[in-house]
């Protein structure tokens, strides 16, 4: 094990690309792959990551955090089974998903930031070109995907570059800054409305935590303020001067593009399915701005999407982890308090989009849970029982 983590780890960079890359429906690959290779590639890194867990698995220990993790995985594909059948693909997510979480408590940790990194930086560069040539093209579809997609790719992928950073010099370098600059802009030319708040959002509260310590439970009682002033009052709250002037400066209809009005049915299946919920893969059918019929298939809104697939059983796992893992995380480390920072800004993204299942959300989870793993062990970073 030493001499692979030491000797071989720019070796296995490909390996873990390979490995990580069909999980981050990016959207060049999913339009150009013929569906079924796609598929036969996410199966064989299902394959593969699962192999790895086995190899590594007298590195993982039993503890709060995996438990509650994959207790909470189950419970999501237990209520997607009942409610519609077993799903392969849904199989394959919720296992890769859960094999990814437990490879980051072990010592692949660094080889798995250091190819998160490298991928994150790629797709930037593959992004960037289409998105300068076409700037004004507020429904194009770039190499990542749709303008709402860069927040949910590369806003968290920009936490990862610096992680890694940190992780391997203890500080950011030039380049570091380049990379999270890039990923910043492109958020911002995409001209999402949740985006640019975001990015707003994170670039502010990274350079606070660079120097200060977060308050972890205001910085939560202000997040979870927001999520019940928009899932509860939403329709009182569109009306403000406030909301008004901020949707004017963004450009946006103060219904987030029909947000409130998906948000309604999804609310209608929370009351009828509220402890189990329905699963993955519901009809959301609503009426948008323009007054016409339409349907979708994600809540947009991070609680509202935990609560449609898993009713509240699957909310008191996950806010019971999320709970318990910030808890235990360190604020006098730079390194926690920037993965304090990610969880937070993931969070405030997931106001109006819908990042439950994206595989970028159970990453920086995952590396959140390893160090509050880790510091009630009382053990330091990196150190690990074996």
């Given at each position: ?88 693909g849904i199989v394959t997510m919720v296992l890769s998903m859960t094999f990814l979480f437990l490879l980051l408590q072990t010592s692949f940790y660094e080889q798995m930031l250091r190819a998160l990194a490298v991928l994150i930086v790629v797709l930037v560069l593959l992004n960037l070109p289409g998105l300068l040539l076409r700037p004004d093209s ?43 600059a890039l990923c910043l802009l492109t958020v911002l030319l995409g001209a999402s409305g949740t985006g640019m708040v975001v990015t707003v959002v994170a670039t502010v509260a990274t350079a606070l935590a660079a120097k200060f310590k977060p ?172």
């Amino acid at each position: 094990m030493e001499r692979i983590n030491q000797r071989n780890q720019w070796a296995l960079l490909p390996i873990w690309i390979v490995l990580i890359l069909p999980f981050l429906s990016v959207y060049a690959l999913r339009n150009f792959i013929d569906p079924k290779a796609y598929q036969a590639w996410q199966i064989f890194a299902m394959l593969l990551s699962g192999a790895l867990v086995v190899y590594s698995a007298r590195e993982i220990l039993v503890d709060l955090y995996s438990g509650l993790f994959v207790v909470f995985q189950l419970e999501l594909l237990l209520a997607t089974t009942l409610r519609w059948g077993l799903s392969f693909g849904i199989v394959t997510m919720v296992l890769s998903m859960t094999f990814l979480f437990l490879l980051l408590q072990t010592s692949f940790y660094e080889q798995m930031l250091r190819a998160l990194a490298v991928l994150i930086v790629v797709l930037v560069l593959l992004n960037l070109p289409g998105l300068l040539l076409r700037p004004d093209s507020g429904d194009e579809l770039y190499f990542i995907g749709g303008k709402n997609s860069f927040g949910i790719v590369l806003i968290p992928g920009a936490f990862l570059i610096l992680l890694h950073a940190l992780e391997r010099s203890g500080k950011p370098r030039r380049s570091t800054y380049v990379w999270l600059a890039l990923c910043l802009l492109t958020v911002l030319l995409g001209a999402s409305g949740t985006g640019m708040v975001v990015t707003v959002v994170a670039t502010v509260a990274t350079a606070l935590a660079a120097k200060f310590k977060p308050p972890k439970w205001a910085c939560l009682t202000v997040i979870v303020i927001f999520y019940i002033v928009f899932i509860f009052f939403a329709e009182d709250f569109i009306q403000t001067r406030f909301w008004e002037w901020l949707t004017d400066l963004l450009g946006k209809d103060s219904t987030l593009t029909s947000r409130t009005a998906i948000w309604k049915t999804v609310k209608l299946y929370v009351g009828k399915y509220w402890l189990f919920g329905v699963g993955r893969g519901v009809r959301i059918p609503y009426i948008n701005v323009d007054g016409l019929y339409r349907v979708n298939y994600e809540s947009h809104n991070f609680v509202l999407e935990i609560l449609l697939e898993g009713g509240f059983l699957a909310l008191l796992l996950y806010g019971s982890l999320l709970f318990y893992t910030v808890k235990h995380l360190n604020m006098n480390d730079l390194k926690q308090r920037m993965v304090f920072v990610a969880l937070c800004v993931l969070l405030v993204n997931g106001l109006t989009e819908s990042t439950l299942n994206s595989c970028f959300v159970t990453l920086m989870l995952g590396i959140a849970c390893r160090y509050a793993a880790e510091n009630r062990r009382n053990l330091k970073p990196n150190e690990h029982k074996v």
